[in-house]
């Protein structure tokens, strides 16, 4: 069974998405994992970031995104289609990277998601459209041994679908005050969403991401973060940091096909650190 990781962090501009597109590259890429990323977030980053605009609106057009999935809670329907909707050796590394898949999103899940949290049980969460994805998903996660799920910057009922099927969640973090303040709040509402819906979830780590190696701040706050991480009870700092870099915001152009890892992430910095995450990770799960 797959491995299942929500990546996740309640402020926005964190890496989150760039950790998750480029942890998977790194699994699939040199590790020959069989991966897939699940984008849950509107603003659709990842999937834009994994393959051409034009090849996700054809897919948004023909209901092969997520949007299909929770439309289909509203109209009491059933169009949607996993199998369908993934789409195989995305990347524009090496004309696609085997085993490297991705389940779309759409921008038009931002139209939905109040009607969808109106008709969800929210209280027990016995039932309902909390596990939209999971019911989807039911077939197809066993031919995988990685999915990692970009969730948006909030707890809503779509992230939850997420977090209903993980196993683990990674929380990036940008070394700063406002970045840090929300990791207190994920971890809670974490706790209670497992003990409401029994279902269990493990804190795998923090990633600092975005890191200025010349900023007082950044400096002091990854040693402050590291000192206070209380075994146990907090999930632990991940040895890996990811410095700000132009090559990895450029990474996300997909319009030009890159010959490598190496190429597409930028030399040695951050190819570098994103494989060494890719070590880390793995160790973290056992496997």
Known sequence: MAVVTSIINLKGGVG????????????????????????LDPQTNATIAMVTERRWRERDQSGQTLYQLFKDQLDNTRLFSAQEAIMTRVS????????????????????????ITKIADLDTFRSGPVYA????????LPHYDHVLIDCPPNLGVITLNGIAISRYFLIPVVPDILSTLGVPLVLD?????????????????????????????HKQTVISMRRDA?????????????????????????????????????????????????DEYLRYVGG
Do not use: W
Request: glycine share 8%.
């Open 230 to 278: 209380i075994p146990g009870i907090h999930p632990p700092i991940f040895n890996t940091i990811i410095t700000e870099a132009v090559e990895v915001a450029e990474a996300a152009d997909v319009e030009e096909p890159m010959p490598s890892l190496r190429q597409k992430f930028g030399g040695n910095g951050p190819h570098k650190q994103f494989s060494a995450l890719a």
């Open 133 to 140: 994805l999971r019911e989807a998903l039911r077939d197809v």
């Open 189 to 217: 509402r974490m706790a209670d969403f497992a003990l409401r819906a029994q279902h269990e979830i493990f804190g795998l780590g923090i990633v600092v991401s975005r890191y200025r190696p010349t900023s007082r701040l």
């Open 92 to 115: 524009n590394v090496a004309g696609g990277v085997p085993g490297l898949d991705l389940l779309p999103a759409s921008i038009r899940l931002h139209r939905i998601q109040d009607k």
């Open 16 to 39: 989150k998405t760039t950790l998750t597109v480029a942890l998977a590259h790194y699994l699939a890429g040199e590790h020959s994992k069989r991966v897939l990323v699940i984008d």
